[in-house]
């Protein structure tokens, strides 16, 4: 009777932190705590985590679009100095090494502030959400486009209200989703920041870099 107590209380208890999570993140605000004690530790937690959350998020959404871009320069590179080294008259090894660089730095200055980088990271968080109002409509038995509005809202964080999940695997699932679907969105910003050549604050590494490059 002690471990079946024990473990319905660990169970509880991990619901309510879930909760806590999903209506600090997402906006649920129907979700209120009702003693002074919970209304303060919802504050100091909400307070604390969604900064670091904030943070976390723009992090690894910053290096999913450099990994975008990074990959297309990288296709590109790959074409051009394939199409390159057929013209190059063989044994002339250093002028290729220039060429090739020459032709890497081309493609470089192509992609900074590209299109193409944003129009990918949409269609990935496109494509994310679609695929989400699937299970989300095949879990809770609603229309596809209630789940997708459903969605949107979610990883927007403006809030769905009411809906809820009704079960404990639900809860960790879409706590999960929305903080992918909000890392997939600061990628998107990312890339939309890079395109209007508006450069994100820079992190102390690259100042350091910039700083050298500077003195030099």
């Known amino acids: 009777m002690v471990e079946m107590k024990i473990s319905f209380d660990v169970i509880k208890y991990f619901r309510i932190i879930i909760k806590i ?9 129907n ?3 009702q003693t002074v004690p919970g209304k303060v530790f919802v504050m100091t937690f ?3 985590g969604i900064p670091l959350t904030a943070i976390i998020i723009t ?6 679009s450099s990994f975008v871009t990074c ?15 057929r013209d190059i ?4 090894k250093i002028d290729t090494f220039i060429e090739t660089e020459a032709y890497e730095n081309t493609v470089v200055k192509e992609y900074d502030g590209s299109i193409i980088p944003l129009i990918i990271s949409t269609a990935i968080l496109i494509v994310y959400i679609l695929i989400g109002s699937i299970i989300y409509s095949f879990l809770t038995h609603v229309s596809y486009m209630d ?3 459903m969605v949107f809202l979610s990883i927007s964080t403006i809030g769905v209200g009411a809906s809820l999940p009704s079960d404990s ?3 960790i699932g879409s706590v999960i989703y929305i903080l992918t679907g909000l890392t997939l969105l600061s990628m998107c910003v990312y890339a939309a920041l890079q395109y209007n050549n508006v450069k994100p604050p820079t992190e102390p590494s690259e100042r350091k870099e910039n700083n050298a490059n500077v003195e030099q």
Do not use: N
């Open 71 to 85: 990959l297309l320069m990288r296709k590109r590179c790959q074409e051009r100095i394939t199409r390159h080294r």
């Open 147 to 149: 789940a997708i509005y």
């Open 21 to 29: 999570c999903m209506f600090s993140i997402a906006g649920y605000g």
């Open 46 to 48: 909400s307070a604390i």
């Open 31 to 33: 979700i209120t705590p």
């Open 169 to 171: 695997a639900y809860y």
């Open 89 to 92: 008259q063989k044994g002339d």
């Open 59 to 64: 992090s690894i959404g910053k290096r999913l």
